[in-house]
């Protein structure tokens, strides 16, 4: 059936309490978040949905937010389900800090330039490590799997890559 929406009606970080403000005033926490007790964080001898009852902060929030959860079991106003959603999901990379190194000159094929020797790069991202082309683009590790923890190519894997490209190249020229 149809999809709705969720959404706040009202700006949150207005009506937020104070004892509930971020540093700064650019975001509002939880009760949970700010008090860490047991009746905030639904959890010891509140850890049931009959234990567990919306406080006058999850009130606040949920007239701000009505489809929004609001606390951990608001699921009655708060689950949805959809059998008519089409969904796409697109991972994409942010565009992080780099910094790149090259230990020899390149060549330009076709536009684009590839370098010869080992080319290394970091992210700000920790424990993020890619190959850099040498345009500073990342490459996509997604459809490998290896997303977090990409690994070098050796230098025999470049070294004949390197080759193998310079006989394609030699190849277009003499045609």
């Not at 080992?118 to 700000?124: E, F, I, K, L, N």
């Amino acid at each position: 059936g149809g999809c709705g929406s969720t959404g706040c009606l009202v700006d949150l970080n207005q009506r937020c309490p104070p004892e509930l403000q971020a540093e700064g005033g650019g975001a509002c926490k939880s009760a949970c978040e700010a008090f860490g007790s047991p009746e905030y964080c639904c959890r010891g001898a509140y850890g049931t949905p009959d234990a567990c009852k919306p406080t006058a902060y999850s009130e606040l929030f949920k007239s701000a937010c009505p489809k929004a959860y609001s606390y951990a079991y608001d699921d009655a106003s708060s689950t949805f389900t959809c059998s008519g959603a089409d969904y796409t999901i697109t991972f994409c990379q942010s565009s992080p800090s780099q910094k790149s190194s090259v230990s020899s000159p390149g060549s330009t094929v076709g536009g684009a330039t590839v370098e010869a020797g080992a080319r290394t790069g970091s992210s700000s991202r920790s424990g993020s490590r890619g190959a850099i082309l040498a345009d500073g683009s990342w490459l996509a590790n997604m459809a490998t799997g290896n997303y977090s923890n990409t690994r070098q190519p050796s230098f025999g894997l470049q070294f004949g890559s390197m080759l193998l490209l310079l006989v394609i190249t030699s190849i277009l020229k003499l045609q």
